[in-house]
């Protein structure tokens, strides 16, 4: 099924046609614990789903643990569902995802995640999947792969089954984000149109999402953190949803890869560890010599990509982008240093050990253990 993406508040009769159309008679409801009804979704989905048989699953924590993800496949299980809608931010949506995959390949339920194969599995059937976001950035609904902790370590699970058939984005479902949720959610979507525009996989197309992407959210995220408007809400949730078919092509590199091990070992929100490395990890990809250079296509590529970055930003050159990140955190509210974030330093041997490879792998320039601890040691 062709994916289908709805903008805007006149999404409600087509979804009744799709159900309708679908046959769809039993719904596996994932959300989030009280941000389902913080957002107004749950009034609007209760009425929708009104003559409709509704199991909603929302218990798990941010950062999908894999003994959650077993609690939803026991609950998705217990009867017939004919559909999965997850309302909801990233979390949500890699929730669904993930009991979506699990539910199909049972198989690697008891398997090391890693033998998982990277382009995933096309299994022999699959339920009708709808993805509403609630936040403003993880651009999960438009990409084909979730993240999952198991043992404190990170997994993404891929497959092109996991992109939603239809995805809603109707801006009054961002109206009541929190501030510091928005923040969040907004600079990891930044830091998504940001690291697939390096990337080692990135292509015309997904450069072309990159900058549609950083030209709405560096217009609207500081308004859309700071106030509720609607105007500047909606570009920031079309930002996002670029950034994430950004990533979907060429996918997150170092940014992500470091900030895994502070979310899973200092609880540290994602968005705002991703933060912490935006600056560090532009001036390092900037300097590159022809000897660490990842990129197949060589340094001149890999430095024209990223002056191509400066210049959609108006900078010209890694030092001003460090002082724009300092500035644009400090808007947001935002920490910029792992002191404030209260990360002691006699953990760093335990952050490197745990750096995510898969991510690490689609950098431009090569990362060692003593380059990672020197960039961990400049954000105290």
């Known amino acids: 099924m062709k994916q289908k993406e709805i903008f805007g508040n006149r999404w409600m009769s087509y979804l009744e046609s799709f159900l309708s159309k679908?046959?769809?008679?039993?719904?596996?409801?994932?959300?989030?614990?009280?941000?389902?009804?913080?957002?107004?979704?749950?009034?609007?989905?209760?009425?929708?789903?009104?003559?409709?048989?509704?199991?909603?699953?929302?218990?798990?924590?941010?950062?999908?643990?894999?003994?959650?993800?077993?609690?939803?496949?026991?609950?998705?299980?217990?009867?017939?569902?004919?559909?999965?809608?997850?309302?909801?931010?990233?979390?949500?949506?890699?929730?669904?995802?993930?009991?979506?995959?699990?539910?199909?390949?049972?198989?690697?339920?008891?398997?090391?995640?890693?033998?998982?194969?990277?382009?995933?599995?096309?299994?022999?059937?699959?339920?009708?999947?709808?993805?509403?976001?609630?936040?403003?950035?993880?651009?999960?609904?438009?990409?084909?792969?979730?993240?999952?902790?198991?043992?404190?370590?990170?997994?993404?699970?891929?497959?092109?089954?996991?992109?939603?058939d239809l995805v809603v984005l109707d801006p009054c479902f961002v109206k009541t984000l929190p501030r510091y949720e928005s923040a969040c959610s907004g600079i990891d979507a930044f830091a998504h149109a940001l690291e697939s525009w390096w990337s080692v996989n990135s292509t015309t197309r997904s450069r072309s999402f990159s900058r549609k992407a950083i030209h709405l959210i560096t217009r609207n995220i500081i308004r859309a953190v700071n106030t509720n408007e609607i105007k500047y809400r909606s570009k920031m949730l079309l930002g996002a949803n670029l950034a994430g078919k950004a990533i979907n092509i060429a996918k997150t590199t170092a940014c992500h890869a470091l900030s895994y091990s502070l979310t899973s070992f200092f609880k540290i929100n994602h968005g705002q560890a991703v933060a912490l490395f935006l600056g560090p990890m532009l001036s390092y990809n900037w300097n590159l010599s022809r000897e660490e250079c990842v990129d197949k296509r060589g340094i001149y590529f890999v430095k024209r990509q990223i002056h191509s970055i400066l210049s959609t930003l108006k900078i010209d050159t890694p030092d001003e982008f460090n002082k724009y990140i300092f500035n644009l955190l400090r808007k947001l509210g935002l920490k910029s240093t792992l002191h404030e974030l209260n990360v002691p330093k006699h953990k760093l041997s335990l952050l490197v050990a745990n750096i995510n490879i898969e991510r690490l792998s689609n950098n431009p320039r090569r990362l060692s253990n003593l380059k990672i601890k020197r960039i961990l040691l400049s954000l105290f």
Do not use: W
């Open 22 to 164: 679908e046959d769809i008679k039993r719904v596996f409801l994932v959300t989030g614990k009280t941000s389902y009804e913080i957002s107004g979704a749950k009034k609007i989905f209760d009425e929708l789903f009104n003559n409709l048989e509704v199991k909603r699953f929302y218990e798990f924590d941010t950062n999908p643990k894999f003994e959650d993800v077993k609690k939803g496949i026991h609950a998705f299980k217990s009867n017939n569902h004919d559909a999965i809608v997850a309302v909801g931010g990233g979390s949500v949506i890699d929730m669904a995802k993930l009991i979506l995959f699990f539910s199909m390949n049972p198989q690697f339920l008891k398997s090391d995640f890693s033998t998982i194969p990277k382009d995933g599995i096309n299994p022999t059937f699959k339920v009708p999947f709808i993805a509403v976001p609630t936040t403003m950035g993880s651009g999960s609904e438009a990409t084909h792969f979730a993240v999952v902790y198991k043992d404190k370590k990170k997994y993404s699970i891929a497959s092109q089954n996991l992109l939603p």
